[in-house]
């Protein structure tokens, strides 16, 4: 369920900046999840695959999952340390005083998208919007074969 929480969070946040920078279509999600925020990538994706069908903005997008590597630091040494590999005691010292500084993230890193600033431009008269929706999405598929920007 944490999983599903969190698809549906990404999609709420990024339709309002879809709309707002005229995207018609987003072709990839990438996101940066912590290494120890309970995140199942597997359940994740499958979440995502499932959900993006039903808005035609994220139909066929892609999730891009990067895993950020979990860090603790510790008050008493001030030193950090991978917290995977150690939990909540410090290796140096032993002290228990510590606290996670990275790991336990979601963000959203990047998009790639569409716009549909080329379409507005040709569909100023009316009866032609149905042509000129097609040819946008003759265009679409043209742009799709294309490498996203890194
Ligand atoms: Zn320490």
């Given at each position: 369920m944490h999983e599903l929480g969190i698809v549906t969070h990404v999609m709420k946040t990024l339709k309002p900046v879809a709309q707002e920078n005229r995207?018609?279509?987003?072709g990839s999600v990438t996101l940066q999840v912590g290494?120890?925020?309970?995140?199942?990538n597997d359940l994740f994706v499958d979440c995502w695959n499932y959900f993006r069908e039903k808005d035609p903005l994220f139909s066929g997008a892609e999730l891009i999952i990067e895993t950020l590597p979990a860090v603790t630091f510790c008050e008493n040494c001030k030193q950090e340390y991978p917290t995977v590999q150690y939990?909540?005691?410090?290796?140096?010292?032993?002290?228990?005083e510590t606290y996670l500084v990275t790991g336990n993230e979601c963000l959203i890193k990047e998009i790639t998208a569409e716009t549909a600033d080329d379409e507005a431009a040709e569909t100023e008269e009316v009866e032609e919007a149905d042509e000129a929706e097609e040819a946008a999405e003759a265009e679409e598929a043209e742009e799709a074969k294309e490498e996203p920007e890194a």
């Amino acid at each position: 369920m944490h999983e599903l929480g969190i698809v549906t969070h990404v999609m709420k946040t990024l339709k309002p900046v879809a709309q707002e920078n005229r995207v018609t279509k987003i072709g990839s999600v990438t996101l940066q999840v912590g290494e120890v925020s309970g995140v199942v990538n597997d359940l994740f994706v499958d979440c995502w695959n499932y959900f993006r069908e039903k808005d035609p903005l994220f139909s066929g997008a892609e999730l891009i999952i990067e895993t950020l590597p979990a860090v603790t630091f510790c008050e008493n040494c001030k030193q950090e340390y991978p917290t995977v590999q150690y939990g909540r005691t410090c290796p140096y010292c032993g002290s228990g005083e510590t606290y996670l500084v990275t790991g336990n993230e979601c963000l959203i890193k990047e998009i790639t998208a569409e716009t549909a600033d080329d379409e507005a431009a040709e569909t100023e008269e009316v009866e032609e919007a149905d042509e000129a929706e097609e040819a946008a999405e003759a265009e679409e598929a043209e742009e799709a074969k294309e490498e996203p920007e890194a």
